[in-house]
């Protein structure tokens, strides 16, 4: 399968463009307040110089978190998918005047909400709990940005509906079905949340309402906030899939087996959530142990991506020469950035998958459980898997939006090393306090019980925090050289790879979403109706806001 190589300023790329200076934005905000946090852990309190702009670790915090993994992943993603879409189909998006209003719908409702963040009004980490109260524009804002995400699974939906009625009895090419299930997972998933603002946190905000109750506005915000964290992963094994099997030289081993992946996340992604409340009273322990259960069945999606893109990439490894059960890692084409760093991505994956299983089990989870470990847990998630596969591919699509060549190969490598390098350095070092007991989310320079075996390792959480700043600077640097100075290319094209098996060997009903979809809704109903209308019935919704900055 092979899409078109119009590269360039078309109206289609100059959408996705947009989105990507605004993650783009955030990252770079995301990464500057990142630093801040490390150098802080290292032992300098740099807040109080930074006092006129950033008021304390925790306002320093609650930005980093905001910007990273809120607005970073989704604008990202909403560029990215809806790109690989319009490219797998080989056609505009179904419904173009969608484009540029719902990016600006998203776009207004970030502004809304970054407003009060900034200003110290929003200072309620990225899981705003309550009885922690911002103000009313931050949690409008967000919703104006989830309500923009559904109406891109619109576009999505009836693109890949126009599709197959021009194609009929073809499967839909894999990268489309992949970037469709991802949004109708997405949909489903984000309901929780969308309840939350919309019944709690909005009105309560306002002072509609007299109380609110943190049990029920945990519940449902984890009953999204674990699915997000599959919707950040997703895009990046729609690249791991589609994309990286041809930059290793090789083919995809099986298409269907990537379909059925896929298809579990979109069966298991939500209702696990309360594996995020194992420490939370008032939730039934067979509940609890319910999700646990689920939560081990939704890392099976990502055994299958493991086997399927290790397959992947040996073929390729192999075509190049690559020998031994092991050594034909050695011959993966190491000098394409792109490739290289999501390769990093997929090693340190490894490691924040094993994290997970440990989190997702009852018994250790208490021993882990709002400790530094967790911050390490998701570094290695999110920071490494999504963040540096990310990355990796901006490598091959700022050249193929802008039409320029990729300004300098040598620094992207150097900056894909640095980033695993640093990784490595910073979130095993935070791995191993969280055993020792360090908590997250807390000032550490201000605690006055500092441990002597934290203090001897917190240093190198600044260093590798550094080494991750440093990466992100060249990061940058050669993004903004590749727009503005890097000569023109016809050359720069995206290529999907093929398959060794498939798409014709996936069966019809795979690519038919509506019953996946309804098993989809029964499980998440089994898994969260009971609790929640206890909660609503049973629990007080007379909380009152508590404000601690
Ligand atoms: Fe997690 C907490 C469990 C995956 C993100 N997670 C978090 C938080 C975040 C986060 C942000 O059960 C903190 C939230 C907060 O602020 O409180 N997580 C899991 C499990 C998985 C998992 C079971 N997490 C992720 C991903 C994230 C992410 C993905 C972001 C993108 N997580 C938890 C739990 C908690 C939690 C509890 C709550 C903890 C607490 O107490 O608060 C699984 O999905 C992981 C499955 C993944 C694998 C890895 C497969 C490897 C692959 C790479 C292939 C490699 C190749 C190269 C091809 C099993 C696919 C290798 C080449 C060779 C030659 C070897
Ligand atoms: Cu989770």
Same mark, same amino acid.
């Given at each position: 399968?092979? +899409?078109?190589?119009?590269?360039g ?17 955030a990252?770079?905000?995301? *990464? %500057?307040t990142?630093l ?8 300098h309190?740099v807040y109080?110089?930074?006092?006129? =702009?950033?008021?304390?670790y925790?306002?320093?915090l609650?930005?980093?978190?905001v910007?990273? =993994? ?7 993603? !909403?560029?990215? @998918?809806?790109?690989?879409?319009a ?8 419904v ?10 998203? #776009?207004?409702?970030l502004?809304?909400?970054a ?8 200072? =309620? @980490?990225f #899981?705003?709990?309550?009885?922690l109260q911002?103000?009313w ?6 919703t ?11 576009n999505?939906? /009836?693109?890949?509906g ?12 894999l ?11 997405w949909?489903?998933?984000s ?12 009105? $309560?905000?306002?002072?509609?309402i007299?109380?609110?109750?943190? @049990? ?12 997000i ?7 990046v094994?729609?690249s791991?899939?589609t ?5 290793a ?5 099986s298409?269907?087996m ?9 069966l298991l ?7 995020h409340?194992?420490t ?15 939560t ?8 299958? #991506?493991?086997?399927?893109? &290790? ?12 020998k031994?059960y ?16 999501q390769?990093f991505?997929m090693?340190?994956? !490894?490691?924040?998958?094993i ?8 018994a250790?989870?208490?021993? %882990?459980h ?8 998701f570094?290695?998630?999110?920071? +490494? ?7 990796g ?6 050249? *193929?939006?802008?039409?320029?060549r @990729?300004w ?14 640093? /990784?490595? *350095?910073?979130s ?7 055993? /020792?007991? /360090?908590?997250?989310?807390t000032?550490?320079s201000? =605690?006055?019980?500092?441990?002597p075996?934290?203090?001897a390792?917190?240093?190198? &959480? ?8 440093l990466s ?11 727009? $503005? ?19 014709e060997?996936a069966p019809?009903?795979?690519d ?12 998440? *109903? ?13 629990t007080p ?8 900055w």
């Amino acid at each position: 399968m092979t +899409a078109g190589s119009e590269s360039g300023i078309t109206p289609e790329n100059r959408l996705t463009g947009a989105y990507l200076i605004v993650a783009l934005i955030a990252l770079f905000g995301g *990464v %500057v307040t990142g630093l801040f946090q490390g150098m802080n852990y290292g032992g300098h309190d740099v807040y109080p110089a930074l006092q006129p =702009v950033i008021k304390s670790y925790y306002h320093g915090l609650s930005i980093h978190g905001v910007l990273n =993994v809120l607005v970073w992943t989704t604008f990202f993603i !909403c560029g990215f @998918l809806q790109f690989i879409t319009a490219r797998a189909l080989g056609a505009p998006l179904a419904v173009r005047a969608l484009g540029w209003p719902v990016f600006w719908l998203m #776009t207004g409702g970030l502004i809304l909400a970054a407003i009060p963040l900034v200003l110290n009004e929003a200072t =309620v @980490l990225f #899981t705003f709990y309550p009885p922690l109260q911002a103000h009313w524009a931050f949690y409008i804002g967000l919703t104006l940005v989830v309500a923009g995400t559904w109406l891109v699974m619109v576009n999505l939906a /009836m693109s890949v509906g126009v599709w197959k009625r021009g194609h009929p009895g073809q499967r839909t090419p894999l990268p489309a079905f992949m970037s469709l299930v991802t949004f109708v997972m997405w949909t489903m998933a984000s309901l929780g949340i969308a309840a939350e603002m919309l019944f709690m946190m909005i009105p $309560w905000s306002l002072g509609l309402i007299p109380g609110t109750n943190p @049990l029920m506005a945990r519940t449902l915000f984890w009953f999204s906030g674990h699915p997000i964290v599959y919707f950040w992963l997703l895009p990046v094994y729609v690249s791991w899939y589609t994309i990286i099997p041809r930059q290793a030289g090789g083919r995809l081993f099986s298409d269907p087996m990537a379909r059925a992946s896929f298809l579990l996340f979109l069966l298991l992604s939500t209702p696990v959530g309360f594996h995020h409340q194992f420490t939370d009273p008032g939730i039934g322990e067979d509940w609890k142990f319910f999700h646990a259960f689920l939560t081990f069945g939704v890392f099976f999606p990502s055994l299958l #991506t493991f086997f399927n893109v &290790v397959s992947s990439l040996e073929s390729g490894a192999r075509a190049h020469g690559g020998k031994g059960y092991f050594a034909w890692f050695l011959k993966l084409p190491w000098g394409n950035p792109s490739l290289a760093a999501q390769v990093f991505a997929m090693l340190l994956f !490894c490691f924040g998958g094993i994290g997970g299983l440990i989190n997702a089990s009852a018994a250790m989870n208490l021993s %882990v459980h709002n400790t530094a470990w967790i911050v390490g847990h998701f570094h290695l998630t999110v920071g +490494a898997a999504v963040t540096l596969s990310f990355m990796g591919i901006t490598y091959w699509l700022v050249p *193929v939006l802008s039409g320029r060549r @990729l300004w300098s190969r040598g620094l992207a490598l150097a900056q894909a090393w640095l980033w695993f390098g640093g /990784m490595i *350095v910073f979130s095993n070092t935070l791995h191993r306090l969280g055993t /020792m007991g /360090m908590p997250r989310r807390t000032m550490m320079s201000a =605690v006055p019980y500092m441990q002597p075996e934290w203090k001897a390792l917190l240093p190198l &959480v600044g260093i590798g925090g550094a080494i991750l700043f440093l990466s992100a600077m060249l990061y940058f640097l050669n993004l903004a050289m590749t727009a $503005w100075a890097s000569p023109a290319s016809a050359e720069e094209r995206l290529e999907f790879a093929e398959a060794a098996s498939g798409p014709e060997d996936a069966p019809a009903f795979m690519d038919r979403l509506v019953p996946w979809v309804a098993a989809s809704a029964v499980l998440i *109903v089994l898994a969260y109706a009971p609790t929640i209308y206890r909660l609503a019935t049973e629990t007080p919704f007379n909380i009152q806001a508590f404000r601690v900055w």
